[in-house]
């Protein structure tokens, strides 16, 4: 099975990423630099919105909501969140940083901060 695959397996089973009760929270990546021209490039848009729809309107919705997931509101994020979230996970929602490079984190927060997404 690929790493796709598996935390798509994961979380689709209900088995979470997360830590027991007892068990220390593992520490956050740091995000990298997100420069500007990144996040208004059209290539690394389009390559963040193909990640969107492959794999995150399982959970969010293909319009960002309804889901099972929060709605998001991405007008009021900063880039650097949407990577943290992504990147490391938060709640519910598994950290992708074993499935998705850096470089694909940085696409899919191009993509939500973008005006081609959705809310």
């Known amino acids: 099975m690929t790493a ?3 935390g798509v397996s994961e979380h689709v089973l209900g088995q979470s990423a997360m830590p027991a009760a007892n068990e220390p929270e ?3 990546d740091p995000p990298p630099p997100i420069p500007a021209t990144v996040l208004k490039d059209a290539v690394i848009i389009a390559q963040g ?3 969107w729809h492959d794999q ?8 960002a909501y309804p ?3 929060p709605k998001l509101q991405p007008r009021t994020y900063k880039p650097e969140f949407v990577w943290d ?10 950290a992708w940083k074993e499935v998705y490079k850096p ?3 940085l696409a899919l927060v191009a993509y ?4 081609d997404f959705f809310p």
């Open 4 to 6: 796709l695959g598996a």
């Open 26 to 28: 593992p520490p956050r």
């Open 49 to 51: 919105e193909k990640i």
């Open 56 to 63: 995150c309107t399982h959970c969010h919705g293909a319009r």
């Open 67 to 69: 889901g099972k997931a």
């Open 85 to 94: 979230r992504v990147h490391n996970g938060f709640r519910g929602m598994p």
């Open 103 to 105: 470089e694909e984190v």
């Open 112 to 115: 939500v901060l973008s005006d």
